[in-house]
């Protein structure tokens, strides 16, 4: 392990994280606030840490994978712990681990909240909690990549273990490029929808809010009842639409651009991501007509929102589906673990890994059918190689070990089933609300300190997809042996 070049690009990190708290500074100086002198002694903080950091001497300037896992989970960690101090100096957070899991679920755009009472908080406190959500979007270390591609980290390392799917690959042959033409895409969506809200009559500010929450499917809304609070058609129209976007692979983007449109629908993970979520809303809509909304197209409304909003984990909220019958919630459980798109900006298991999972159940009951026949798994065209399945099953099990572990931690505390089991859908999906105390209405405050940081650890390994933080736990990581 290199660990001077993981101190050198860590240093790097924070100093990126003072320069995206200036915009929040600059918020809190505008509106005149309280919280002005917390965001200007943490940019301080960070700037003179990641400067020292910055400058350990590195006589070995190779880069290896484990550095770029180190640099990944211990960055993400290190975030979270300097972007919960204008929380905790304001005094809009008082407790520090309340303030770390803020902040955690902000940067992991998971949206989970143990804030009661939102609207009263200073202004640039807010924006700092939205945007950390749309820096966690795309992801802080591809930004760093993006805007620094010289920063040490010459390969496809950091990306990999900080993007969500199986495997990411570049745009184009340099590293540095393709994290630009990543986050251009990323910042002229997040232009278009703004113009459209703006349009629409909302105001600048929470035209801001709430783009920079649905770019990064996070949620953080400045208004105590999420997007339910405008009860306004046309943006649920528009933020609704965008979060679907959002949950798209940008890859495909891409390649749309460079070769047409059809290039999307192709895609067999765009197929499923589609129609599992048409189908869930045509379900919901007919079972929350009658018993919720007195109308078909209400229903329809609200159905449409929710499932764009939890199937790519954003978890803005346009109504209390809280209160829906057993069978639209159930859909809306198996939703927040499938997720969004590989390459998107959400969160959840992924739709790509459900369809292979899909295809390797058939192959497997083909081989029992026809056993001297040899089947291999396609996607999209292309076979499959063994390491990538073996991969998507191993992550399967992974999941549901450490969804287990955290059930039962959190069980301690007393709540009921429905609450805990949703608790956790919804970190280590990074969703944000689940059903009962921590729905669309409810909060996770009532929970124990040790409770809030075992929420903050499944945010992490949803986030960073289980094996960054995993690592971290294995001894044979912490040898001094080159990989």
Not at 103 to 112: A, D, L, Q, Y
Not at 227 to 254: K, Q, R, V
Not at 378 to 407: A, E, R
Request: glycine content about 8%; charged content about 10%; aromatic content about 14%.
């Amino acid at each position: 392990m290199n660990t001077a070049m993981i101190l050198k690009n860590l240093g790097i990190l924070l100093m990126v994280e003072a320069g995206c708290m200036l915009p929040s500074l600059l918020v809190a100086i505008i509106y005149k606030q309280s919280d002005a002198m917390a965001f200007l002694l943490t940019i301080i903080i960070l700037v003179v840490t990641g400067f020292v950091m910055n400058k350990v001497p590195a006589r070995n300037k190779n880069f290896y994978t484990r550095d770029g896992f180190a640099i990944v989970s211990l960055g993400w960690i290190l975030l979270s712990l300097f972007g919960a101090l204008p929380f905790f100096i304001s005094g809009a957070i008082p407790s520090y681990v309340d303030a770390f899991f803020e902040t955690v679920s902000g940067f992991t755009t998971t949206g989970s909240t143990i804030l009661k009472e939102i609207e009263s908080l200073p202004r640039g406190i807010l924006f700092w909690r939205s945007f950390t959500n749309w820096m966690g979007g795309m992801g802080v270390l591809v930004m760093m990549l993006a805007v620094l591609p010289a920063a040490g980290a010459n390969t496809l390392q950091i990306m990999k273990a900080e993007s969500p799917g199986p495997d990411p690959g570049k745009l184009v042959p340099r590293i540095g490029q393709t994290a630009k033409i990543l986050y251009l895409m990323y910042i002229a969506l997040t232009f278009v929808q703004s113009v459209l809200l703006l349009i629409g009559g909302m105001p600048l500010y929470d035209t801001l809010i709430n783009s920079f929450s649905t770019a990064g499917t996070g949620g953080f809304s400045n208004m105590n009842t999420s997007i339910g609070a405008y009860n306004n058609l046309y943006y649920e129209i528009i933020i609704g639409l965008f979060m679907f976007l959002f949950g798209i692979n940008f890859t495909l983007y891409y390649q749309a651009i460079k070769g047409g449109l059809k290039n999307i629908y192709k895609d067999e993970e765009f197929r499923f991501y589609l129609f599992t979520a048409v189908g869930a809303i045509l379900l919901i809509t007919l079972n929350t007509w009658g018993p919720n909304f007195a109308s078909v197209w209400e229903s329809l409304r609200h159905a449409s929102f929710q499932v764009s909003s939890v199937m790519t984990t954003t978890g803005f909220s346009s109504t209390n589906f809280d209160l829906w019958p057993v069978f639209s919630k159930s859909i809306l459980i198996v939703l927040m673990f499938v997720g969004a798109s590989a390459g998107s900006t959400g969160g959840g298991i992924k739709c790509v890994r459900f369809v292979l999972l899909f295809k390797t159940i058939k192959r497997e009951v083909r081989r029992i059918i026809h056993p001297r026949s040899v089947y291999t798994v396609k996607y999209s065209g292309k076979t499959v190689d063994n390491d990538v399945m073996s991969g998507v099953m191993s992550y399967f099990f992974i999941i549901i070990v450490v969804f287990t572990i955290s059930l039962l931690l959190i069980s301690l505390d007393g709540f009921d089933m429905v609450t805990n089991f949703s608790a956790v859908v919804a970190t280590i999906s990074n969703i944000g609300p689940g059903l009962a105390a921590v729905g669309p209405n409810g909060n996770f405050a009532a929970y124990s300190d040790l409770s809030k940081i075992i929420f903050s650890i499944t945010m992490l390994f949803g986030r960073l997809e289980i094996y960054p933080m995993l690592i971290l736990l294995a001894p044979t990581f912490w040898k001094k042996v080159n990989i």
